[in-house]
């Protein structure tokens, strides 16, 4: 997309996102106002996430900062909610760390295939002094991240049984637009569909798709089991999403307020791991209720092994940090 189009696309969003604000007439009183976007349904344990959050700091600083939360992609999509907060439109955005992509291609990392064995592998990472690191490397002089956050584990679902390796040959895949989320299934033989996330229902109800890979919350709070027939066990990817703020935004504040943010960022991240947890089993069930049917993929090994050498090429910049987190999973 050429320069002017992204200034004239910016240029609506602006417009658009200025009378949303103007209509909702609210931010009244505090010295500071904070809007956050997210592109996720209401239902999803990210809107409870960021509503705590702001519950929390607004308590916290005796109501001088105010976080409004705007969901289900009342902002735009994903990239436009990260746009807009690179360009300080808004504040803040609830959204997974590779939403930062377009911006900081490090980011894209979390979304590298089987980099991650378990949430208990996820979560020691998240907790360590190697994860901050990384957050400020993904950050870098544009954004900080807090609170990120277990958003569990994405499986392939869709509308034709995939059993094993060869199956997913032609499979019209919907995937986001970051490269870590597309081209290992083009590498794996699928022919994706990049489209943005507000797109996949229609899509897979149209037949545009024929599947979508994400965690089984996500897709249900969607309702993609309405319009999906099948979903596989290849926990490819466990996911993180984190609160993203534009960073002169968060540094202009008083420090007092940012400590505050932080620690309310790192409480909600702890409820909503545990939460996280029980999750799974909960929407694995719901899946089978609604009428789908649960396939075991015989092959995850070749899967592993024939992305393993085309990815070390296509994301050389990443490699230094993948094989800092796989020595730091093999070292707990």
């Given amino acids: 997309m050429s320069f002017?189009?992204?200034?004239?696309?910016?240029?609506?969003?602006?417009?658009?996102?200025?009378?949303?604000?103007?209509?909702?007439?609210?931010?009244?009183?505090?010295a500071h106002v904070i809007r956050m976007g997210h592109v996720y349904s209401l239902t999803d344990n990210i809107h409870p996430a960021a509503l705590m959050l702001s519950e929390l700091v607004y308590d916290r600083t005796n109501g001088n900062v105010r976080i409004e939360v705007?969901?289900?992609?009342?902002?735009?999509?994903?990239?436009?909610?990260?746009?807009?907060?690179?360009?300080?439109?808004i504040q803040a955005a609830a959204e997974a760390i590779n939403a930062l992509d377009g911006f900081v291609p490090l980011a894209g990392i979390e979304s590298y295939p089987f980099l991650f064995e378990s949430y208990q592998q996820l979560f020691r990472f998240l907790e360590s002094d190697l994860a901050q690191e990384l957050w400020r490397d993904i950050g870098q002089n544009y954004f900080v991240l807090t609170g990120v956050q277990y958003r569990?584990?994405?499986?392939?679902?869709?509308?034709?049984?995939?059993?094993?390796?060869?199956?997913?040959?032609?499979?019209?895949?919907?995937?986001?637009?970051m490269r870590t989320l597309h081209r290992p299934w083009e590498i794996l033989g699928a022919a994706t569909v990049p489209m943005t996330f507000t797109e996949i229902y229609m899509g897979l109800q149209q037949g545009t798709i024929e599947g979508q890979e994400n965690a089984l919350m996500t897709s249900y709070a969607s309702g993609f089991h309405e319009v999906?027939?099948?979903?596989?066990?290849?926990?490819?990817?466990?996911?993180?999403?984190?609160?993203?703020?534009?960073?002169?935004?968060?540094?202009?504040l008083p420090q007092q307020y940012q400590d505050i943010i932080r620690q309310a960022s790192d409480e909600v991240a702890a409820w909503r791991n545990e939460v996280e947890v029980g999750v799974q089993e909960v929407y694995h069930q719901r899946f089978l209720d609604a009428g789908l049917t649960f396939v075991e993929v015989i092959d995850l090994d070749q899967w592993r092994t024939v992305l393993e050498e085309p990815l070390r090429h296509e994301f050389p910049y990443m490699q230094e940090w993948v094989t800092r987190i796989l020595e730091f999973n093999a070292s707990m």
């Fill in 4 to 30: 002017k189009k992204n200034q004239i696309r910016l240029f609506i969003v602006l417009v658009a996102v200025t009378m949303l604000f103007a209509a909702c007439g609210r931010g009244t009183g505090a």
């Fill in 228 to 252: 999906q027939r099948y979903f596989m066990d290849t926990n490819h990817v466990f996911g993180y999403v984190g609160f993203i703020w534009n960073k002169a935004f968060f540094e202009s």
């Fill in 152 to 177: 569990g584990v994405r499986m392939l679902q869709t509308t034709r049984p995939v059993r094993q390796l060869s199956d997913l040959s032609g499979l019209r895949l919907r995937t986001a637009f």
């Fill in 70 to 89: 705007f969901g289900a992609g009342q902002l735009g999509g994903t990239v436009e909610n990260m746009e807009m907060v690179q360009n300080g439109i």
